[in-house]
Each structure stands twice: as structure tokens, then as C-alpha cells.
T-cell receptor
Framework: DTAVSQTPKYLVTQMGNDKSIKCEQN?????MYWYKQDSKKFLKIMFS???????INETVPNRFSPKSPDKAHLNLHINSLELGDSAVYFC???????????FGSGTRLTVV | EDQVTQSPEALRLQEGESSSLNCSYT??????LFWYRQDPGKGPEFLFT???AGEEKEKERLKATLTKKESFLHITAPKPEDSATYLC???????????FGKGTTLSVSS
């Protein structure tokens, strides 16, 4: 029973398209996150939600919009995709800031 | 600015050859330092949290230690299955997210 699940695992799309990545956690955690891992494997925080409320919105283009319908779900919508958006996107959840995160298996987005 | 620097970027060991990975950090008022393991094609997997200088934690062949400026992940008698990228992270000053280093990719050959 997967703790943090992301769909899809792979996403190949053309420039200019709009796409969504879904994330669900069954751990009962209050906080969820989106991280971007670039080609050099560097993980960078994008968004943090606590109980459906946006906590962090790092310097991310406004083409990226997170949506949290409930505290178990945090989806990522990306409009007008660009080549530079190609990366692996990870969803994570935690009980709180001092606890370890549980990561999903990632979504590899390729924009062509 | 909160920052995490890991060294070396890559480390190749023979099975049984012990070594250490380094993680240095700059954050005002450290509230937590985290170690993760990441296998290819998978998400990072939590290993340890260290909260204060002098603290140590162990798990199988791994031992993490913390000083006021850096953390070490000691690997004793590694096996090929220990091959992975090891990531270090600190809680940012605002306490709202983890800031990761770029990782150390460890390869252990038999």
C-alpha cells in the first residue's frame, strides 16, 4: 500500500501544452510538498501546503499552480509548458517540519 | 541564505572499504539536519534526523554525526547494495521546508 503516490510516472508533452500531476498520501500527514529535481539531481522546494493552506511558494513561475482539494491530495498544474520545465517532480508529505519527509516515486516530465 | 554543501560529489569504494561523506551547512539556528538515500528512478528515502551538535544515529552500516557546522555520514564495511546517492538537508530558517544539498553518489564494487 503506497504511502505517497504520484501519477503519472512519466509524462511526455509538447511545448505550450497544459498538464497536471496528481499526488495522494495515505499517512494522515498535514503537510505536503512539491520538489523539482533537475538534470544534476538537485532537489529544490517549489510549494508547501499545510492542511490545504499554501505555506511556501518559492520563486516558481506562475505557470505552476498547486491545488489541494483536501489534506491528502496535492496536485500540480502546469500551463504553457516550456523546455526548461523538463525535470523529475517529487511530491512529499510529513507530520511537521521536524519530521522526515516521505517522498513519492517521482514524475519524469519531458517537454519536447 | 540557507545553504547545504556536500562532498565529495562522487565516491567509489571497494566492498569493505569504510569512508565518510561530508555535509556542511549554513542556516541560522539549526533545527534539524536530515539524511536521505536515493536510488535511481526512485524518491529519496529517509534515513536519519539529527537535532543538536554531538548527536549520533546509526542504522546498519551507516552512522550519522553532527557538529555545529557540518555532518558526516560514516559508512562502515560497505556492500554493493549501499550504492546510491546520499542527500543531506536542513530545515530552512523559517522552518517550512527542507533545503537539500546536491548529494554524494556512492558506488561500491565487489
Amino acid at each position: 500500500d503506497t504511502a505517497v503516490s504520484q501519477t503519472p510516472k512519466y509524462l511526455v508533452t509538447q511545448m505550450g501544452n497544459d498538464k497536471s500531476i496528481k499526488c495522494e498520501q495515505n499517512l494522515g500527514h498535514d503537510t505536503m510538498y512539491w520538489y523539482k529535481q533537475d538534470s544534476k539531481k538537485f532537489l529544490k522546494i517549489m510549494f508547501s501546503y499545510n492542511n490545504k493552506e499554501l505555506i511556501i511558494n518559492e520563486t516558481v513561475p506562475n505557470r505552476f499552480s498547486p491545488k489541494s482539494p483536501d489534506k491528502a491530495h496535492l496536485n500540480l498544474h502546469i500551463n504553457s509548458l516550456e523546455l526548461g520545465d523538463s525535470a523529475v517532480y517529487f511530491c512529499a508529505s510529513s507530520q511537521g517540519p521536524l519530521y522526515g519527509y516521505t517522498f513519492g516515486s517521482g514524475t519524469r516530465l519531458t517537454v519536447v | 541564505e540557507d545553504q547545504v554543501t556536500q562532498s565529495p560529489e562522487a565516491l567509489r569504494l571497494q566492498e569493505g572499504e569504510s569512508s565518510s561523506l561530508n555535509c556542511s551547512y549554513t542556516v541560522s539556528g539549526l533545527r534539524g539536519l536530515f539524511w536521505y538515500r536515493q536510488d535511481p528512478g526512485k524518491g529519496p528515502e529517509f534515513l536519519f534526523t539529527l537535532y543538536s551538535a554531538g548527536e549520533e544515529k546509526e542504522k546498519e552500516r551507516l552512522k550519522a554525526t553532527l557538529t555545529k557546522k557540518e555532518s558526516f555520514l560514516h559508512i562502515t564495511a560497505p556492500k554493493p547494495e549501499d550504492s546510491a546517492t546520499y542527500l543531506c538537508a536542513v530545515l530552512n530558517q523559517a522552518g517550512t521546508a527542507l533545503i537539500f544539498g546536491k548529494g554524494t553518489t556512492l558506488s561500491v564494487s565487489s
